[in-house]
């Protein structure tokens, strides 16, 4: 069964900035950024929905998204 997505990065948000906070604090490293400057993509297979990221992040680009019972009931 594929993985809850728990957190999305905003582009609209995201200010592309040299050193990406939400890649230094990552310690499972799902936070990637190719490049400085670049934006940051999230690697789900890394990610351990610890949230660390989403407050790491002064512009709010990285967010909490909701999540959903893994047998679709409501």
Do not use: W
Request: aromatic content about 6%; proline content about 11%.
């Amino acid at each position: 069964m594929p993985r809850e997505i728990r957190i999305r990065i905003n582009f609209d948000l995201c200010q592309a900035c040299q050193v990406c906070s939400a890649v230094k604090i990552c310690k499972p490293r799902a936070i990637v950024q190719p490049d400085p400057g670049e934006p940051p993509y999230l690697d789900i297979e890394r990610c351990r929905d610890c949230n660390v990221c989403v407050e790491a992040c002064p512009f709010g680009a990285i967010e909490l998204i909701g999540s959903f019972p893994r047998n679709n009931q409501i």
